[in-house]
């Protein structure tokens, strides 16, 4: 498998990465490389194994539906890059 | 004081010989000194020396713990509120996190002074320290040479004795192969043990936090203060608390080491293979036993690895938007295209690479070809080692292929750069506990690090390992020329 320019050019779309012409052909060829790396997996015979998800096994733990954190709006909001009145701020969606 | 280890430090501050403030004031002044090294990112002395003061207030009133006032430098991947956090990244450049990582809150309530954020790849992503946006760190050993990765800051400020411990974190090798590369001790735990609450995700199903000590020793000793169940991390395992020390004093006669003979193939460095036969040869002299192993599909570990970690690693730096927190471009035209264009400006290459690579084995179609089948081959690989252990009780073997390489020999290839985790690929996938012990010299006069890999749960018995090797050699002592 040889991934193309468009597949690289989808890919950064889907990952919400902008990428230039120049920077998708470099991403190319190192990608390529990688993959062709990977492709071994292809040969393994994995026929009835059980993927693993997690070293240990089991299921995640759940808690009670209950609230454990205070109040700490102003200093979660602290490093946002744009707020106003406790609010994150974005580019207008809605015209 | 500079050079004592963890242990000593404790007794001398047991004894009053020294204070809290006297011992981080000293590394404080070797940290500026050395500051040319790049070890740490963030530095800051009235914090530091605050912490310092509570500690020797925590001792005046009887409430000290047996590592109140030893200093400690945390990677910069453990989020902390009074030092900046930013994975090395420009996405989180100057981020100040709202709360402590939960190893950090561990850590400090046993009294330890922050001594400040070190140096790492980038969310934690390479081997070489090289991809760090806050450029790389020297080797205390050879200034030409990399101090490994991606847990770089913390193997060097530990070795050049800047810091008696640092944390650190292992994904795929990232505590292992830097304290191999630089001559220090450097312990994962299983997966699972330590918290990875403020932990900054890189791979969920694989990053595990450790330190990065003078000797193992010390390790067990920290370890006491910084493991522990966390309800806030759904994987942190529900177990009683444990004395890490408590198999120090075992001997290893009766031990039997298993060495996997598809560690010592193709591509091992003939020095790095000298160095690891002489310390089989040591633990045979105090009466282990070696025997031949095999772990025929460890070497599937770097393909699978790099299908899973990139996978886990694309959907977690996804809330990198430039909404809540990091990065955000000055100039855009709509949401889309800010969120675009931060991501593209925050991230350097690597981050970028695995997110790609990520996002397509995960898209549409690929899933099951590429992910499943990756989780497929690490359920092989994970049943290969127990198989193992029903022969020996620890693995050996090297850790890397090769003593440390210069500054810009992989960087161009990234392929050649993922080899660089070969040994240490296939534990991290289990989640098996491992360290990397100094066990040597070879080329350069470089060290050479011995990796002792132990069963689910079975930390102190691969202290206990490890410290009787460092009671009958002295290559943990040794330290770089032009450190003193």
Redesign the interface.
């Known amino acids: 498998m040889s991934l193309s320019i468009d597949d690289v050019t989808r890919i950064a779309h889907l990952a919400r990465i902008s990428i230039t012409a120049e920077e998708a052909h470099a991403t190319l060829a190192q990608l390529n490389d990688i993959f062709g790396m990977i492709e071994r997996l292809a040969r393994v015979d994995t026929e009835g194994i059980e993927p693993m998800s997690h070293p240990l096994g089991g299921a995640q733990r759940l808690r009670e539906d209950r609230v454990t954190e205070a109040d700490a709006r102003e200093e979660n909001m602290k490093n946002a890059p744009a707020r106003e009145d406790g609010l994150f701020l974005v580019p207008r969606v809605i015209e | 004081m500079y050079e004592k280890s963890v242990a000593e430090l404790a007794r001398a501050l047991d004894a009053g010989t020294v204070s809290a403030v006297e011992l981080a004031s000293e590394y404080l002044a070797r940290i500026e000194r050395f500051k040319g090294m790049n070890a740490f990112l963030d530095v800051r002395p009235e914090v530091t020396l605050a912490q310092a003061r509570r500690a020797d207030a925590m001792r005046a009133a009887g409430r000290a713990t047996a590592l109140t006032g030893v200093p400690v430098a945390h990677k910069d991947i453990f989020v902390t509120r009074d030092f900046a956090s930013t994975a090395a990244s420009r996405m989180l450049d100057g ?2 996190s ?1 709360f402590d990582a939960a190893v950090v809150e561990n850590m400090a309530a046993a009294g330890m002074v922050t001594l400040g954020k070190v140096n790492c790849d980038e969310f934690a992503m390479g081997s070489s320290n090289e991809n760090s946006a806050y450029g790389r760190v020297a080797n205390p050993w050879d200034g030409n040479a990399v101090p490994g990765g991606s847990s770089g800051g913390s193997a060097a400020a530990v070795a050049a004795r800047l810091a008696p411990v640092a944390t650190a974190t292992d994904t795929g090798g990232s505590i292992r192969e830097p304290a191999a590369f630089s001559g220090i001790t450097g312990i994962k735990p ?3 043990r330590a918290s990875r609450w403020g932990m900054i995700a890189f791979a969920s ?1 694989l990053d595990q936090a450790g330190v990065m000590t003078q000797s193992a020793e010390d390790a067990a000793l920290v370890f006491n203060a910084m493991l522990g169940f966390d ?1 806030r991390d ?2 942190s ?2 177990r009683a608390p444990e004395d890490y020390t408590r198999d120090l004093a075992t001997p290893v006669a009766g031990l039997t080491i298993g060495v996997p003979r598809e560690f010592f193939g193709k591509g091992l460095q003939p020095d790095v293979e000298a160095a690891v036969r002489a310390a089989l040869a040591e633990y045979e002299k105090q009466g282990a036993r070696l025997v031949d192993i095999s772990l025929p ?1 460890a070497e ?1 570990g ?3 690895y ?2 899973i970690a990139p996978a886990e690693c ?1 959907s977690n730096l ?1 809330r990198f ?8 471009a000055a100039h ?1 035209d ?8 931060s ?2 400006e925050g ?1 350097g290459a690597e981050p ?2 695995r ?3 990520g ?2 084995v995960l ?1 549409h179609g690929y899933y099951d ?2 992910y ?9 690989i ?1 049943d290969e080692f127990q198989r193992a252990f029903r022969e020996c009780d620890i693995i050996a073997g090297p850790v890397t292929t090769s003593v440390a390489f210069g500054f810009g020999e992989k960087a161009a ?3 050649s750069m ?1 080899l660089s985790d070969l040994y240490t690929i296939p534990g991290s ?4 506990p491992g360290m990397s012990i100094p066990c040597g010299f070879g080329a350069r006069n470089l060290p050479v690090g011995l990796q002792l890999t132990a069963n ?1 749960f079975e930390e102190a018995k691969l202290l206990g390992a490890a410290h009787r090797y460092q009671l009958a050699t002295d290559w943990h002592r040794r330290m770089p020329a032009g450190i003193a």
């Open positions: 981020y100040m709202p299983t997966y699972g199903s309800p759904s994987t395992v529900e599909n599937l770097i393909p699978v790099y299908v694309s996804s938007d430039g909404v809540r927190y990091g990065h955000r855009y709509d949401l889309a295209d800010m969120i675009k264009r991501r593209a991230f970028k690479r997110i790609l690579i996002t397509y898209s070809a590429y499943l089948k990756a989780q497929r081959v690490r359920r092989i994970a290839d990234p392929v993922y996938l289990a989640g098996l689910y």
